[in-house]
């Protein structure tokens, strides 16, 4: 097991992982940029250094930085948390040249997967159902048409190095086809520097359900259950809950067992969130796999009991998973919301500043994962979220009750949050019935 660790990220998840090694007596190595200097959470690692100014692109993106401050503290893993470097493959196998091991999966499984022509393929083989598409790469535009004829319009050109909704194109005609071919490759190859495009069938209105798995370096897999992340607006999600309102226990069963065999094919190590994306009639369709640890793995903390970082960590070290699939069951239900530091009333946003006064919520079923406080300022360079708020209880309706009253509990003021606006979507009635996808937020809730 590890005596010492890097943590190369900052704010709640900088201070998640902190609080899982601190309980695993591992020490820790915090980083921070300048714009995070004096930051509260950094007195909890044993040791901090500077990787850089304020710039993420100038600190916590850089490796050289990273890496230096990973010799000078000493450390034997990276847990790379999520953004930031968590999915580069050129990253991962920096570190495990340095001799450093990378808390997640080897470079070539993360590298796959990051091709998402590729993880598409290997769901094909792992006889996953995946949407009915191009079976590779749109060389021309020629072939785009006869794809989209095959499957029926609307269709949706995906670029291979996307993912997260970034660099997709809708088209509903031959003519619209043609030119979003033209603009999601020239799109793709700015943003990515890789303009390679497939495409598949257009699911409307798609509910969001993830697969949580977890692999060790013994051949072990197990996944962990579900969430639904439906409630999103923009590709941001807002609301996460396990178990998922959109599908039957038989499907759920089928989608979970999937998700673990893809992992499997893949020779994948460490946890992975797996997406489908489910349509109107309850089926489901592989969309992505990412390889990292998610913003909303508390969800599936709470309905399992299982310490997810914790068995990251563990994994990594080569330990093998202390539980079967026929220990993980699900227990009750759990909801996160996220905590943005955005004004839903402008559009959302961004809202940093003064945190004058924060009250935390607390009481039975119950979790604050944050690392501000009154008195923290935050800083307007990074993603907004300041926090989430996660509620576990015996049903989905209590679950909801519980939320509800943390919410009326919390302040922050200050800077303005997202607060009302869970508030909203929380006591609405589709929500209340789980009729929810992925549109729901933008249909019900915003203007014009
Ligand atoms: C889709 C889709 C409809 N049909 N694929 C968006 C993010 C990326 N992970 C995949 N995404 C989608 N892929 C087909 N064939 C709709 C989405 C999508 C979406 C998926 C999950 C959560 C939110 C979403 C919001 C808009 C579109």
Known sequence: MYQRILIANRGEIALRIIRACRELGIETVAIFSEADRGSAYLDLADEAYCVGPAKAADSYLRIANVISAAEVGNVQAIHPGYGFLAENAHFNEVCRSCNIDFIGPMPEAMAQLGDKNAARDLAKRAKVPVVPGSDGLIESPEQALKFAHEVGFPVLIKAVAGGGGRGMRVASNDLALKSALQQAQAEAQAAFGNGAVYLEKYVE??????????????????????????????????????????????????MCEAARRLILEANYTNAATVEFIVDKDGKYYFIEVNARIQVEHPVTEMVTGIDLIKQQILVASGEKLPFTQDDVVQKGHAIECRINAEDPKRNFQPSPGRIERLIAPGGFGVRFDSHAHSGYVVPPYYDSMIGKLIVHQPTRREAIATMLRALSEMRVDGIKTVIPLHVEILSHSAFAEGRIDTTFVERTFMAT
């Open 205 to 254: 209105q798609p509910r969001h359900v993830e697969v949580q798995v977890i692999a060790d370096h013994h051949g072990n897999a197990v996944h962990l259950w579900e969430r639904d992340c439906s409630v999103q607006r923009r590709h941001q999600k807002l609301i996460e809950e396990s178990p998922s309102t959109s599908i039957t226990p038989e499907t759920r069963a089928e």
